[in-house]
């Protein structure tokens, strides 16, 4: 009798315990419910909320009603489930997880209330209910938001591999080399090396690893592609170290340190990658008169490579002057100075500007450390160095000058300084006169036409990104532009706006390729150029006229804080885009419907008309893609053979708010330089933009503050095959699965292909392969072109924000990638140069 009761008592208890667990539920969905309904937003979770706390309420009793009331809740969840997602499986997730959990204890304590129903028939209805809750988690695994619109078309079925000279090896690389930092001069980040293909790649093994010994634990994100060239790779460092490898082996040839302060770090500690120079030759040798060439010293002797080739290399190369940096590697470094090294030894070339480096920071005035660095690779086009430079965004309405500059490859001497802020003259300043401060920028890689002397540059927007009210006429003409510039005058031969007025931080960050493009007249040198906001122009490279069905102006959203300020049209690429289609509430998600709910709230509490909403400081406005949406820096791939476009790309918002200078003060914001510490966050997150009226705080990704998740739902991260010819897509596909992403920063370690954030490109091989790293679930991995299927991966030891490239040497074909992770990605940091190949 004793033990009959103590069941009966634990039974009750279980009952109050679902039915408490209900109430609970439906109060939270209850309160979020009225809010989100008081904004514009869905009844749904109202009305489930009030149905969740009857229900439980009754549950508590011991009510049969209770167990009845949640059953016309689940329905009805069911019903709005499908009207709002179809057939989408990342909409379910949010709008049925808990439900159905709940659903589950509902129907285990169902019999145990009042006339209930049989205790077989609970746990039967119970058992069905939690098959249904693992059919939907295995559901996870399967491929989703995966489209198939055109066959690719087989090898050998386009020739668009265009001319850009004979004048340096990555005009025309040798086979197996990878000779600049899109491959070649025309940066497809294709190669024509095919050992490796979809039959074998499951085979591909480790081949050797190599450490740089630079690490950070703040800002890190080297970005690093490595060049290739004859023997040798070369690359650079998060802090400019300047290393060369055996490219068989991986052993250290020699290195050289520029002694960059981490003080100068911007934003991330970025050195894309180095740029390869064969002097002419026709070009005398500057002879400094100087044998011995103290600047020698800043060579690591010890690092060189213990076998007797790398020896005798040094020796040969060590003495005469003449001999001395016939081939050269330059450097941009964070602390703004052009770097030039002789290839075989690594010493400085003496004949180059100031014992082997140029500053680029002269005529700019006031430089804070940090505000101008060189982060990309510069570009050689006729025998001109042109560099540009990353200006620290957010700080400052007038920072350092945006200028590009352009200096003798062999002698350093400045040539020739274009500054958007004053775009007819090209005439470098002298004395105390300064660049026009806070004018566009150009951050990313530019790419050079050695046969029409001309260098492409995408130009970034003007200091204070989101505040235009000041700019100059001039800032507003050049800025967020593509600009084909003559590297013998110094001026613009064309330029094309991709953003007018921009006030979103819409800077074209990829880097141009150039390709012969198919028209109906013949094939055209072109230069195609991708975009934060997803469009991807073509442009006839020697007029700037756009090909592919062009572009045209629409009208966009007016109003915000600079009413007067806002262009009445925007540029759209008519060849193709990567836009996602507008956001709407029910594209809010979340692990529960609790964090769903709250995006839905803040969506309805924010203004948003599209891409081009206006920035606004009484709400937060969703900027949609974000600033890390569409094409970034790691820029596109094409098949010149297959006539294909690779391109992986970003889709993600962010949730931005204008804040008023006296509330900013208050806050604490102030320019970097004038803070007691760095703390390294978000780009956007807290930007003072001093000397206009707002700072800016930015919500990068729209995260949510109680999981660290995104508001928008997956995917994240695309990859994309594009016909060439007719811009027409091929395949499309999510990049990244959640095994290192989760929330409250847990990595879930499941390989669910649910598209992560991705920084870094593509490399292409006339194998039939894609090799990408770039995802934020630190795994490099081999697609097939053909059908867009992963038929490789591999883990990486740090996070993989970076371009692959593939090689040849000694016969074998080897592919690298550096992997030093990437604090914005939150992707773990490292030092690691590493290879695979097949086995020998």
């Known amino acids: 009798m004793g033990t009959s009761s103590g069941n009966e008592r634990r039974r009750d208890i279980a009952l109050l315990l679902v039915g408490a667990l209900v109430a609970l539920v439906g109060l939270a969905m209850t309160v979020g419910g009225a809010w989100l309904a008081l904004v514009g937003g869905s009844w749904y979770y109202l009305l489930a909320g009030i149905g969740m706390l009857l229900s439980g309420g009754l549950l508590i009793m011991q009510r049969r009603a209770g167990v009845l009331l949640y059953a016309a809740v689940f329905i009805a969840s069911l019903v709005w489930a499908a009207w709002e997602s179809g057939l989408d499986y990342w909409r379910w997730i949010p709008r049925m997880d808990v439900v159905l959990i709940l659903a589950i204890l509902v129907a285990l304590v169902a019999y145990k209330t009042s006339d209930s129903a049989s205790r077989r028939a609970s746990f039967f209805t119970a058992g069905g209910l ?44 040798a086979r197996g080399d990878w000779a600049a930092y899109g491959g070649d001069n025309a940066a497809t980040r294709y190669t024509s090396l095919d050992q490796i293909t979809p039959d074998n790649v499951g085979k591909l093994e480790p081949a050797w690893t190599y450490r740089t010994g630079d690490l950070l634990d703040h800002r890190w994100g080297a970005e690093t592609t490595p060049l290739k060239i004859g023997n040798s790779v070369y690359l650079c460092t998060s802090r400019n170290i300047l290393i060369s490898l055996d490219a068989a082996t991986g052993e250290e040839r ?64 060590s003495g005469d002057g003449a001999q001395q940096c016939r081939t050269r590697i330059f450097s941009g470094t964070l602390d703004g100075r052009i770097i030039a090294v002789d290839a075989e030894t690594g010493q400085p070339c003496t004949d180059f500007g100031d014992n082997g480096q140029v500053d680029i920071k002269q005529n700019m005035g006031e430089t804070p450390p940090g505000y101008v660095s060189i982060n990309s690779a510069p570009v050689i086009v006729d025998g001109v160095l042109v560099t540009g430079h990353q200006v620290l965004d957010g700080q400052r309405r007038y920072p350092p000058s945006g200028v590009i500059k352009g200096y003798d490859a062999v002698t350093g001497e400045l040539q020739w300084a274009w500054d958007a802020g004053r775009p007819d003259q090209s005439e470098p300043l002298s004395g105390d006169e300064t660049y026009v401060r806070g004018s566009p920028n150009m951050w990313t890689t530019a790419v050079g036409d050695n046969q029409l002397g001309l260098v492409y540059l995408p130009m970034a927007n003007s200091a204070a990104d989101y505040w235009s009210s000041s700019r100059t006429p001039a800032e507003n003409e050049w800025a967020s532009s593509l600009v084909a510039l003559d590297v013998t005058t110094g001026l613009p031969k064309w330029k094309f706006q991709t953003a007018h007025k921009d006030v979103w931080d819409y800077d074209p960050g990829s880097q141009p390729t150039l390709i012969d493009f198919p028209t109906d007249n013949g094939r055209v040198p072109a230069v195609v150029m991708p975009t934060k906001q997803g469009g991807i122009y073509v442009f006839d490279r020697r007029s700037g006229e756009l090909l592919g069905g062009g572009a045209e102006e629409r009208p966009v959203p007016q109003g915000g804080v600079e009413p007067e300020q806002r262009a009445k049209t925007q540029p759209y690429s008519l060849y193709h885009t990567l836009e996602q289609p507008e956001l709407t509430e029910r594209d809010m ?71 008023p200078r006296e509330k900013a003060n208050e806050y604490g914001w102030k320019p970097r330089e004038e803070m007691a510490s760095d703390d390294g966050g978000a780009e956007g997150a807290g930007d003072p933009q001093a000397n206009t009226p707002y700072a800016v705080n930015v919500n990068a990704g729209w995260r949510v503050p109680f999981t660290g998740l995104l508001c928008k739902q997956p995917p994240y991260g695309h990859i994309r095959a594009v016909d060439v010819a007719s811009g027409n897509t091929l395949w499309d596909r999510p990049l990244g699965t959640a095994r290192a992403n989760g929330p409250w920063g847990i990595e879930s370690g499941l390989p669910i292909n649910i598209g992560t954030p991705n920084n870094g ?80």
Do not use: K
């Open 589 to 659: 998600w979340g692990m529960s419907p609790f964090d769903q709910m709250f995006c839905r709230i803040q969506f309805q509490n924010a203004s948003y008309e599209g891409m081009y909403t206006p920035p606004t400081a009484d709400q937060h406005w969703v900027e949609y893609t974000g600033y890390n949406g569409g094409s970034d820096w790691g820029s596109i791939a094409i098949d010149p053979e297959r006539g294909v476009l690779i391109a992986n790309y970003n889709d993600m918002p962010n949730y931005n708010i204008l804040v």
């Open 761 to 840: 490109g593509s490399a292409v091989t006339a194998g039939g392969l894609i090799f990408i790293a770039a995802a934020t679930d630190d795994l490099i991995r081999a697609i097939d072109i053909e059908s867009g299927e992963t038929l490789w991966s591999a883990p990486l030891p740090a996070g993989g924000q970076a371009n692959p490239l593939v090689y040849e040497a000694n016969g074998r074909e080897y592919l690298m990638i550096v992997a030093t992770g990437h604090h914005f990605m939150e992707t773990p940091s490292g030092d690691y140069v590493l290879t695979w190949a097949l086995p020998q």
């Open 130 to 173: 939690a098959l249904v809750l693992a059919g939907a988690g295995a559901l996870a695994f399967l491929p989703h938001n995966f489209s198939h619109s055109g066959e690719v078309p087989g090898p050998q079925s386009a020739s668009l591999a265009t001319d850009t000279g004979n004048t340096q090896p990555a005009d025309q690389p």
């Open 254 to 317: 020699w290195r050289h340190d520029p002694q960059v302060s981490e003080d100068a770090i911007p934003y991330t500690a970025a050195c894309r990658g180095v740029t390869y120079y064969q002097v002419p030759e026709n070009t005398p040798a500057q002879d400094d008169g100087d044998d011995t060439n103290p600047a020698a010293a800043a060579v690591d002797d010890s690092a060189a490579s213990p076998d007797d080739g790398a020896e005798s290399v040094v020796a040969a190369s």
